[in-house]
């Protein structure tokens, strides 16, 4: 494992909280999420000189669209990319049964992406998000994966638990204080309504899957090589410092600390910091 301190580099022109991309791109079904294509499905081919692709996996309240800029990002840079919608997701309905969908419910959503997308890929799991997508790497064969902020799974030692919540409904969207607090690190004035309009609320066994540690996964059954990627303004009622460093550890990934950078730092003021990183250790292990 190695670590690093990185500190954020300057965003140009694009509206971090600009989403719209997402709402062009083509779309495909995958389980009961869907697929947000950043580059045409084709390119995500079988071959020895294939380049492996990104699965971005979402976490909690979010999206397929919270990658968007990532979505374009990665496409421009010539890598095969795609965001999932996992179920009750992004702007997939929330059937009576979401109330009892849990993260092992979430990651079939992202085996079955897997399953369409041809040809390697790099499984990048975001928050709440890394935990499907660990879960997934153990199901299926991966080239990488990538955690960005991820919730601790029930086996690391000294994790840390949080408060449950009631399990009788869904759990209302966060308001737009946390949103600028946590999710952005940004000031209390900050327009945040295009967030607002897109997360979604948030079945409770999620929730409670990672507040309570209620889902281990198996670092041997992983043999991938990984990064994980910390964020330097993250909460730490929620990351405590070292938590992060430890994810890395119990897996044997690389980790990388992103100084300035909020936990939603793939729609950060500076999310391209968190994507250059991303693309550099993805030329670094892969050409």
């Not at 999206?63 to 999932?84: K, M, S, T």
């Not at 092992?104 to 499984?123: C, F, K, S, T, Y």
């Not at 670092?219 to 730490?236: N, Q, S, V």
Request: aromatic content about 6%.
């Amino acid at each position: 494992m190695t670590t690093a301190t990185l500190a954020p580099a300057a965003s140009l022109g694009i509206d971090p909280l600009d989403f719209g991309l997402a709402d062009r791109l083509a779309t495909r079904p995958a389980g009961q999420g869907r697929l947000l294509i950043g580059k045409a499905a084709d390119a995500f081919t079988s071959g020895p000189c294939a380049r492996p692709g990104l699965l971005f996996v979402p976490g909690a309240y979010h999206g397929a669209w919270c990658f968007a800029h990532y979505l374009d990002y990665f496409a421009h840079a010539g890598l095969a990319c795609a965001a999932v919608d996992v179920r009750g997701h992004g702007p997939l309905p929330q059937h009576a049964d979401f109330i009892r969908a849990g993260i092992a419910d979430l990651a079939q959503d992202v085996i079955a992406a897997l399953d369409v997308l041809d040809g390697p890929v790099i499984v990048v799991g975001h928050s709440m998000g890394a935990l499907p997508a660990l879960l997934a790497a153990t199901q299926r064969p991966v080239t990488g994966v990538i955690l960005m902020a991820p919730s601790p799974p029930a086996n690391l030692p000294g994790a840390l638990a949080l408060p449950p919540v009631p399990e009788d409904a869904v759990r209302r969207a966060p308001a737009d204080t946390e949103i600028r607090a946590r999710f952005l690190a940004t000031s209390p004035e900050r327009d945040v309504s295009a967030v607002m309009r897109r997360i979604t609320p948030e079945s409770p066994q999620v929730l409670n899957d990672r507040y309570l540690l209620r889902v281990p996964v198996d670092p041997a059954a992983i043999t991938a090589p990984g990064l994980c990627l910390e964020a330097g303004l993250d909460t730490h009622d929620r990351h405590p410092p070292g938590q992060d460093r430890a994810i890395a550890r119990l897996f044997g990934f690389d980790h990388a600390v992103l100084a300035g950078q909020p936990h939603c730092m793939m729609y950060g003021d500076d999310w391209r910091a968190s994507a250059s990183v991303i693309l550099d250790w993805h030329r670094k292990r892969f050409g």
